[in-house]
């Protein structure tokens, strides 16, 4: 009976600790690595699992990442949108998106161990935008995809309509 639970507790702290194991491998030239994603949608919530990926740096500055699908590889090409603020962080993580966007906007979350050799190439392809602004808010009306909204316009400013003051006519 002892044996019995031993084993069983055994395995179940293998389970655990197979899933805390992140892969990572960068190649001697740097220009190819392995490393895990995470996928994210306009909003930046998490809307899948954790996947290994393979990726090459291409020369236009974009990322060829591929993905295992049951017994099939998909390929695809993404810029570097960003780089995600991670004080005291075992990973550094970076924003993706599709060079060909997605209908539904969505994104990959990259993430490496910050003491990783890709990341000096992965910051030089990198933009210096701010992560707050890449996903839309849901409660900041600000945010809403509006298309009769003007960036030009604003809101708290009166409008002028040259009878001498400044105030509004009726």
Same mark, same amino acid.
């Given at each position: 009976?002892?044996?019995?639970?031993?084993?069983?507790?055994?395995?179940?702290?293998?389970?655990?600790?197979?899933?805390?194991?992140?892969?990572?491998?960068?190649?001697?030239?740097?220009?190819?690595?392995?490393?895990?994603?995470?996928?994210?949608?306009?909003?930046?919530?998490?809307?899948?699992?954790?996947?290994?990926?393979?990726?090459?740096?291409?020369?236009?500055?974009?990322?060829?990442?591929?993905?295992?699908?049951?017994?099939?590889?998909?390929?695809?090409?993404?810029?570097?949108?960003?780089?995600?603020?991670?004080?005291?962080?075992?990973?550094?993580?970076?924003?993706?998106?599709?060079?060909?966007?997605?209908?539904?906007?969505?994104?990959?979350?990259?993430?490496?161990?910050?003491?990783?050799?890709?990341?000096?190439?992965?910051?030089?392809?990198?933009?210096?935008?701010?992560?707050?602004?890449?996903?839309?808010?849901?409660?900041?009306?600000?945010?809403?995809? &509006?298309?009769?909204?003007?960036?030009?316009? $604003?809101?708290?400013?009166? &409008? $002028?309509?040259?009878?001498?003051?400044?105030?509004?006519?009726?």
């Amino acid at each position: 009976m002892l044996w019995t639970v031993g084993a069983f507790v055994a395995c179940i702290l293998m389970l655990w600790g197979a899933s805390r194991i992140e892969p990572h491998w960068v190649s001697k030239d740097g220009g190819r690595f392995l490393t895990t994603c995470v996928p994210i949608d306009r909003l930046g919530k998490v809307i899948g699992r954790r996947r290994e990926i393979r990726g090459a740096f291409l020369d236009n500055g974009s990322l060829m990442l591929s993905q295992r699908h049951f017994l099939r590889q998909a390929h695809t090409e993404w810029q570097i949108e960003a780089k995600a603020p991670a004080p005291r962080s075992a990973k550094v993580v970076y924003v993706l998106r599709p060079v060909v966007p997605a209908a539904d906007g969505s994104k990959l979350l990259l993430r490496v161990p910050a003491k990783s050799e890709i990341i000096p190439a992965l910051d030089a392809r990198s933009p210096t935008t701010a992560i707050h602004d890449l996903f839309d808010d849901p409660d900041d009306p600000d945010d809403a995809d &509006d298309p009769d909204d003007d960036p030009g316009d $604003d809101p708290d400013e009166d &409008d $002028d309509l040259g009878e001498g003051d400044g105030e509004r006519q009726r």
